[in-house]
């Protein structure tokens, strides 16, 4: 929806889900953003997509991380499943 001031209100909810190897959730983690949106910042994030932050805590027994998008906008919404093998983890000691 666009305002006067010609700003585009968005919001979308990502989240991020931890599963062991039988698809049971172990951990997740939500997050929900509200944004005011410049024609400029509109454009750019059409192109690039919106950065989210994560911290989860990834018990051992985790063999897949899932993630999911909803644009509470446009009603659109994405998933991505990764195996943690592939996943690239900075440990909390290391930073």
Known sequence: ???RDQTTAAKTQ???LACDRDGNAVNRVDVTQG???TPEIFAAIQKSGVPVHFE???PSSAAYLETGVYDW???KAGTLEVPVS???FV???TQ
């Open 91 to 93: 440990s909390a000691a």
């Open 14 to 16: 990502a989240s991020l």
């Open 35 to 37: 944004m005011a949106l």
């Open 1 to 3: 929806m666009q305002a």
């Open 86 to 88: 592939s996943a690239k």
């Open 56 to 58: 989860l805590d990834l």
């Open 73 to 75: 906008s446009s009603g």
